[in-house]
């Protein structure tokens, strides 16, 4: 990907008056390619994610009140529209602490105890309505506590997201999604 950056910045670095060439279409296509290829790679990686989450149940999220971490468990997440959402209630202190910092940490543990995945990355809260309709519809046992148009339910969706893959039996494997 950098040295297809590094032709392009060349190609685009030529005189005004130089004509354009096919190699230099080759470029711009073998970029397109690649960012189309990064993005599937990213979709796949997402999907192993989500996947390893509903293996374990429940996975544990920590965030921070100031100078505090705090960590508690989950259980549900969707991938929605390309996008891998958590859900809480507006009303909790972990809302409150993800709308103040956005950041966090993830950790989940199969039930064979021998492999663990854990994730960070940025929370961005959605209030799309379609969204939360849609993970209540996947999550049926969640309609007793929360309403897609509630103003208590929150889906927050990672952006910047990377795991680790960890075993006992295994090297560890960083993904970005």
């Given at each position: 990907m950098l040295a297809a950056l590094m032709a392009l910045v060349a190609c685009n670095n030529k005189p005004a008056d130089a004509p354009a060439t096919a190699e230099g279409n080759e470029v711009n296509n073998e970029i397109v390619e690649n960012d189309t290829t990064t993005q599937e790679m990213k979709q796949q990686n997402m999907q192993e994610v989500q996947a390893f989450l509903k293996e374990c149940n429940a996975f544990f999220i920590a965030t921070v009140d100031?100078?505090?971490?705090?960590?508690?468990?989950?259980?549900?997440?969707?991938?929605?529209?390309?996008?891998?959402?958590?859900?809480?209630?507006?009303?909790?202190?972990?809302?409150?602490?993800?709308?103040?910092?956005?950041?966090?940490?993830i950790c989940a543990m199969k039930p064979s105890g021998s492999e663990w995945l854990r994730i960070c990355g940025t929370l961005v809260n959605d209030e799309t309505l379609s969204v939360k309709e849609e993970f209540l519809n996947r999550n049926e046992g969640l309609k007793s506590m929360y309403k897609a148009d509630d103003d208590n339910m929150a889906v927050l969706y990672i952006t910047n997201g990377s795991a680790r893959f960890c075993s006992f039996a295994a090297p560890e494997r960083k993904v970005q999604f």
């Open positions: 100031g100078d505090q971490p705090h960590v508690r468990p989950f259980g549900v997440s969707e991938i929605i529209d390309g996008r891998l959402y958590i859900m809480t209630g507006k009303v909790k202190d972990v809302y409150k602490q993800m709308a103040a910092n956005g950041k966090f940490e």
